[in-house]
């Protein structure tokens, strides 16, 4: 059975990708932190990593980001799901009784309108969702709450006060999944690289002339800072296109003239967008 | 005297960066959240605000780019702060003692490396770094600890166990000032602008063109979530000149004929860099 590095528990937003993604026979493996998915795929504990790089409405995960240029990695799929973010409680626990409400940072700034209308309730930030209504369940105070995924709710048998809390509705996180290989190539694929540019005048605009001269679609533009040069950035840019295309070899050999440093980071189809409805599945 | 809003209690970075930009005769008017200081300046209850826009090791701060297009203000300025972040506990705590560090999101980011040498410690996000140190104050625990700055410490009487507590040294955090008008123009200015491409085929290339075919440099170009409409970007562009320069007036109405949208949100001089060592001041 494949073997699939996700961050975070069981009942995830990241496993719910992968179920949806890679189907019900997939042994899941969860990890604390994002770099023990990456280093799980890269010393073969796992097959593949399923990582959240892109939420519609707070934007790019960067550290994900940041460690793609520290892994050998290649992106191989893409998904993009539906977040449907839900107020879980202890058995019986009622609104007004809620002092503290944990969850991942992203998931407290995409529910803050709701949260600010909650009186005196102290938010607190941890690493993942699904972790928060493991703690409320054993700590079984009636103080406290988490915001997660319905199927967290399900898999601790707590209840949810009240669902689809995220304040815009049009609420996606797009996962890559990370591969130690490429797959085949496939028709309508997209790229994925990193550069720099060199310090001359219009570096991004010489850049993006290698795509614009060979009408190459760009999807996503994203800046990143240069560590240890305040103020210089990297871009990391997902273009139309496999690299075992002519016309998209040609434009990263065009473009390799321009940068001061370029890395290919993989050729995947693009990803469709999914509901999130967890389907049944074999233990771990 | 000059009234200044800035998000975060007395002793925040925030306020180090006031007192380097206006100096010591300046009244500080502390507000909670960032859009409050935004709303502030609207109003007239403060003459200028001063934001937090950009982290060179972290990246941008979202926020404020968003809050910018829901706000008529100008950036009228701009300075660059070195950060120093400091472990911080009530007098006589020792290291060992230490079970929960509270902080600012970014600030317990940044000092990541030092915080996972610490065995069993919790990590709590707050509002506020400044806001950290006045809450352990007020606790008086021996189990707690913030991060924030030297002038927070002594601010509300705390000692410092570890100063310079960031992973990496090269950690500047970039302010813009807001105001509610432009000032004169001065020599080697800057200019920000919001826009969004219009759905063509090398839409960003083409923007970008009308600075590449006059010589403007770019300093920096950030992507953000289009709300409502995942996957489409509209992008912050930070490049040299003044708006009441002629080749920068050209250059904004040629972007005009290719943008779905554009906003001009200020020309101002190029910041300098910054010790962040606390003047004397009058208080508020």
Redesign the interface.
């Known amino acids: 059975m494949i073997k699939v590095a996700f961050q975070g528990e069981l009942g995830a937003y990241s496993e719910l990708a992968t179920c949806e993604f890679f189907g019900s026979d997939v042994t899941v493996v969860p990890k604390e932190t994002f770099v023990e998915v990456y280093e799980a795929v890269s010393s073969g504990e796992a097959d593949h990593g399923m990582l959240p790089f892109?939420?519609?409405?707070?934007?790019s995960i960067?550290e994900n980001y940041d460690l793609m240029l520290d892994h050998d990695l290649f992106i191989t799929g893409e998904i993009?799901l539906r977040i449907v973010h839900n107020l879980i409680v202890n058995k019986g626990v009622k609104l007004p009784e809620i002092k503290r409400v944990y969850s991942h940072?992203q998931a407290l700034q995409q529910c803050k309108k709701f949260l600010s209308g909650l009186d005196n309730v102290e938010?607190?930030?941890v690493y993942d969702t699904a972790g928060a209504a493991r703690d409320i369940k054993k700590s079984g105070s009636t103080e406290e709450a988490a915001i997660a995924s319905a199927q967290a709710a399900a898999d601790y048998g707590l209840d949810i006060i009240q669902s689809g809390i995220e304040s815009?509705h049009?609420n996606?996180t797009?996962f890559h999944v990370l591969s130690r290989e490429l797959n085949d190539e496939v028709p309508d694929s997209k790229t994925s690289i990193v550069f720099s540019t060199k310090n001359i005048?219009?570096g991004?605009?010489?850049s993006?002339?290698v795509?614009?001269l060979r009408?190459i679609?760009?999807?996503?533009?994203?800046?990143?800072?240069l560590?240890?040069?305040?103020?210089k950035?990297i871009f990391y840019l997902d273009f139309g296109g496999d690299i075992r295309q002519e016309v998209t070899k040609k434009a990263i050999a065009h473009l390799e003239e321009i940068a001061a440093f370029l890395k290919f980071l993989g050729s995947y189809p693009k990803g469709k967008d999914a509901t999130g409805h967890i389907q049944e599945r074999n233990a771990q």
Chains 1, 2 share one sequence.
């Open positions: 892109e939420n519609s409405l707070t934007g960067h993009k940072p938010l607190v930030s815009n049009m996606f797009r005048p219009g991004l605009f010489k993006l002339s795509f614009a009408d679609d760009l999807y996503k533009i994203e800046s990143r800072p560590h240890g040069t305040p103020w950035y």
